[in-house]
């Protein structure tokens, strides 16, 4: 399980954006728990790449119309959302993807972090420092 700690509008576990550092590696294919921690107010946390589900809102199962694949959750204040998140094969070590909340003064100001995706079994040897120029950015 991934923990993710919503903090202000402009930081995530502590951290603001930097588009020259990988805060996630994930190996391709995985299904992962991504947790969501929310202490301040509310947030719309997007992830680009994948499709998830909603396991817990505060530890109980969310409402029938919030159980669909989704690439974005409400994640109301003073709350912990828990995601299955369903990553895909295609793998570059090199190119991240983003996590960010999707309130554009929020992802302008540096709630965002970045991910990349790599074959099983190589984690460990990733260069978490990337160009910028590398990055999917958009939607
Ligand atoms: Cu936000």
Not at 28 to 50: D, K, L, M, R
Not at 64 to 73: I, S, W
């Amino acid at each position: 399980m991934r923990h993710f700690k919503l903090s202000g509008h402009d930081a995530i576990n502590g951290k603001g954006v930097d588009m020259a550092r990988i805060d996630e590696v994930v190996p391709a294919g995985a299904v992962e728990i991504w947790e969501i921690e929310n202490n301040v107010y509310s947030h719309n946390f997007h992830i680009h790449e994948v499709a998830f589900q909603v396991l817990e809102v505060d530890g109980s199962a969310p409402p029938a119309y919030a159980t669909g694949y989704k690439d974005t959750v409400y994640v109301p204040s003073k709350s912990v959302v828990r995601l299955a998140v369903q990553f895909g094969g295609h793998t570059d070590p090199a190119s991240p993807y983003m996590y960010h909340c999707h309130i554009l003064r929020h992802e302008d100001s540096g709630m965002m972090g970045q991910f990349v995706i790599v074959e099983p079994g190589t984690e460990s040897r990733v260069n978490r420092t990337v160009p910028a120029h590398t990055s999917h950015t958009g939607h």
